[in-house]
């Protein structure tokens, strides 16, 4: 007899009817292989019964839920709100930001320290050269998932410094290219959920415009690391760079660092 | 008496119509199913997490255009699946730098199973686990730790409910020779079929076959954050 195959998960379960359920019976008595097979899946089985569900950590579904209240907002007809803006739709905030910006010609691809993420650096000209058409502009490349990095305090100011170098690179050298070297750019999604978050946080200047975010953790915290260009506003340079940290599960602020920009 | 509570494709009107505290009623009663199941698939609290925002933030995204063709549970436990598979996607396409030791074969061997400690035993089950292929996976959590039926199962994953059966006993078979229960030693093992995976009998790579302790090697997508 060929080996009832189909048979044996629902065996396993006890859910044969009887019929079925006895030519089973009547096949494991002879078939070792099967009746090997039926005891190790039970094993397996109740194995699997055994494991409990274990509750759902703090701050897990927060950002869902305030993502879910801006969306709220945002509903009846909103053109310009924030998240648009924040998609890089807009043709006109990208001119915008050129002015704030006040930028030279082209950019850069200079990354300094930020270690050694180039493995997929060369890749990155796609979205970016999509969100930032406009030479002499940072292009904003996406979130940055670096789930095992682990930044302290000096590592945030490197990345502050990282910015600092790419920001007066951007204004001597040229071409569109990524700033920064970054590993996986992640969903829109969850790109829009950190924006929001870092915007949650209260931090953002009006004069600050992102140009990098990360996502990794601070100190062990799992963290969003923001980066802005700040400037004075009215049309001038950005002048410094800030950096902020914020805790993914409730957008507090962890930490921040800044940089100065030397004059280009 | 208290009300019954609200269906989920209740609440979802609810929302789409303008009640935004529905929304968070639907997150506060599938969340830990959502993350649990989550966290099983993936091994890591960390990609558990990530996987259950990307799938309420999934769910949030389309839900005007949810239909309710599937029961709304169906259709959140399958953006669930998928987010989950997405991720371990992401982490295989990673560069081995960002994954650091975790793909390093196992520095120490597991503590030895101690069946009187539940803890650890749930431990060894889902290291197990997650030598265990995907797909395979994936029906095993849904029906046997989470309880689902085999047809709620194959709606879930998008099979045959006889493909559904196929991986929960292949499946099984091999978590259990991952977590070193043999098959017993009067056993020859025939060499038509000695367990591989597959639907009916093809194999498939990577699967642990007998007398292999899956633990010579860690697993592919982490390990369990403490």
Redesign the interface.
């Known amino acids: 007899m060929s080996h009832p195959d189909d048979l044996l998960a629902d065996y396993v379960d006890g859910t044969l009817a009887q019929r079925e359920r006895a030519a089973v019976d009547a096949h494991l008595t002879g078939c070792a292989r099967c009746s090997a097979e039926v005891r190790q899946a039970g094993a397996a089985r109740a194995a699997l019964s055994e494991l409990e569900d274990v509750p759902v950590p703090f701050g897990v579904t927060g950002p869902v839920l305030a993502e879910a209240g801006r969306r709220f907002e945002r509903r009846p007809g909103v053109v310009w709100g924030r998240f648009q803006w924040a998609a890089g739709l807009a043709a006109a905030a990208a001119l915008v930001l050129v002015v704030a910006l006040n930028l030279g010609d082209g950019d850069t691809t200079q990354n300094a320290a930020a270690p050694e993420r180039a493995a997929t650096a060369g890749g990155g000209t796609g979205a970016a050269g999509a969100e930032s058409a406009t030479p002499g502009v940072i292009p904003f490349a996406g979130l940055e998932r670096q789930p095992d990095v682990n930044y302290d305090e000096a590592g945030i100011h490197a990345v502050a410094n990282d910015a600092a170098g790419a920001v007066l690179a951007a204004k001597d050298a040229a071409g569109s290219q990524a700033a920064f070297a970054s590993t996986v750019t992640d969903s829109k999604e969850r790109t829009s959920l950190a924006r929001s978050c870092i915007d949650r946080s209260g931090v953002r200047g009006p004069n600050d415009e992102l140009i990098r975010l990360i996502q990794a953790r601070f100190d062990g915290t799992p963290a969003f690391i923001g980066v802005f260009a700040e400037g004075p506003g009215a049309g001038q340079a950005p002048d410094h760079i800030v950096v902020f940290v914020v805790a993914t599960d409730d957008c507090r602020i962890l930490s921040t660092a800044s940089q100065r920009i030397p004059p280009g | 008496m208290a009300n019954p509570p609200a269906r989920d494709e209740d609440l979802v009107r609810r929302y789409l119509s303008g009640d ?1 505290a529905a ?2 009623a639907l ?2 009663r599938h ?3 959502v ?2 199941r989550a ?2 698939m993936t091994g890591r ?2 990609d558990a ?2 996987a ?3 799938a ?3 769910v ?2 389309k839900l005007s255009s949810f239909r309710g063709e599937a029961a709304f549970t169906t259709w959140l436990h399958r953006v669930t699946v998928n987010a989950c598979y997405d991720l371990l996607r ?1 982490r295989q ?3 081995l ?4 030791e975790d793909d390093l074969p196992a520095r120490e061997p597991p503590p030895a199973p101690d069946h009187a400690d ?1 803890s650890s ?2 431990m060894d ?2 290291q197990a ?1 997650l030598q265990v292929p995907e797909d395979f996976r994936a029906v ?2 849904l029906h ?2 989470h ?1 689902l039926r085999q047809e709620e199962v194959a709606a879930i994953v998008g099979v045959p409910i ?1 493909t559904v ?2 991986r ?2 292949r ?3 091999a ?3 991952a ?1 070193g ?1 043999e ?2 030693q ?3 093992e ?1 060499p038509e ?1 000695p ?1 591989t995976f597959g639907e ?1 009998r093809g194999a498939v790579p990577g699967a642990p076959r007998s007398g292999e302790r899956a633990d010579a090697s860690g697993p592919s997508e982490g390990t369990v954050s403490p």
């Open positions: 935004r929304f968070a997150v506060e969340e830990r199913r993350y649990n966290l099983r609290e960390e997490r990530d259950t925002q990307d309420f933030l999934t949030l995204r992401k396409r990673a560069p730098l960002e994954r650091g539940t035993l749930s089950v889902q686990l095993m959590i046997d730790v309880d006889g059966k196929s929960l006993h499946g099984r078979i978590l259990a020779r977590m229960i098959q017993q009067r056993f020859v025939d079929d367990g009916s």
